[in-house]
């Protein structure tokens, strides 16, 4: 029996569009409900999220297989990648790459020798059903999906080497934090940097690679995915819930108003 087929690689690599919900609650039951939701993908984040390897793998249970989890670790570290992949994730979206040397060493984070890096653990591992997949060794690498982040000028400068690194399935642009970069705090839907946003998605796409992006406007995830975004994040947990029981509570009178912030 081999490693389970990514659903979410294939989908990316026959060019249809997959839009997905981030997760930030750090909460296996609401994991669970959103599963409920259709999503074709789910994010569990582990960078801006109180998530740890046990949070991470409760909601990826909980989860199961009505929608393709995917991961975002802290950092781009192998040892954390490979704790990662061990939990039966497939596919893993490292932020702040900026450097084409750094997406090299996270496309060998992902494969097992002799192609990459991944330590070889199968045996103790949920990805091999703890041992019980017999070709799950031989048949992993070709299941796994590497999405890269990028979120800054620096990034962007070298977007055509990160894109173009062998191993890599997508570049997702972070707004948020390239807004910030780019002296727009708090402001991702700044002219100038949906002008980079855009170009970055255009140019990630001539090299063959599925561009993502996260927004909670819906008009503009409609544009970015005519622009061609293949994986595109519509909002997340903590902010359905949030503006649902604002609403709620604004529906009876008396509610006092609140900034909301944006940016993951």
């Known amino acids: ?47 801006h999220a109180p998530n740890d390897i046990p949070t991470i793998l409760a909601q990826a249970q909980a989860i199961g297989d009505r929608s393709h989890v ?54 103790l591992a949920r990805a091999s059903n703890f041992g019980t997949t017999p070709a799950y060794l031989a048949t992993a690498n070709a299941q796994t999906c590497l999405l890269l982040q990028i979120e800054s000028r620096a990034g962007l400068a070298q977007l055509d080497a990160i894109a173009a690194t ?6 997702f642009i972070g ?3 390239l807004a910030a970069d780019m002296g727009y705090l708090g402001n991702p839907a700044a002219a100038e940097v949906q002008a980079a946003v855009e170009a970055a998605l255009k140019r990630t796409m001539s090299h063959g690679k599925a561009a993502g992006i996260l927004t909670s406007d819906r008009a503009l995830a409609q544009r970015y995915l ?11 947990d903590v902010g359905l819930l949030s503006g649902a029981s604002a609403g709620l509570r ?6 006092t108003e609140k900034a909301a912030i944006t940016g993951y």
Not at 110 to 117: A, E
Not at 166 to 171: K, L, M, S
Not at 250 to 255: D, M, R, S, V, W
Request: overall charge negative; proline content about 9%; aromatic content about 6%.
């Open 166 to 171: 062998p191993g890599v399935d997508g570049v």
């Open 70 to 123: 995917i991961v975002r670790p802290p950092l781009g570290e192998v040892h954390r990648i490979k704790q990662i992949l061990d939990l039966g994730v497939q596919t893993v979206l490292v932020p702040m790459i900026e450097t084409e040397a750094q997406a090299a060493e996270m496309a060998r984070a992902m494969l097992y020798p002799p192609q990459g890096v991944r330590g070889v653990g199968a045996a």
């Open 226 to 236: 005519d622009l061609g975004a293949r994986f595109v994040a519509v909002g997340s």
């Open 175 to 177: 707004p948020a934090d």
């Open 1 to 47: 029996m081999p490693a389970p087929i990514n659903p979410f690689k294939a989908a990316l690599a026959a060019g249809k569009p997959q839009i997905g919900l981030w997760l930030g609650l750090a909460n296996p039951i609401t994991a669970d409900l959103c599963a409920n939701a259709g999503f074709d993908w789910l994010l569990i984040d582990g960078e």
């Open 250 to 255: 604004g529906a009876f009178g008396g509610l």
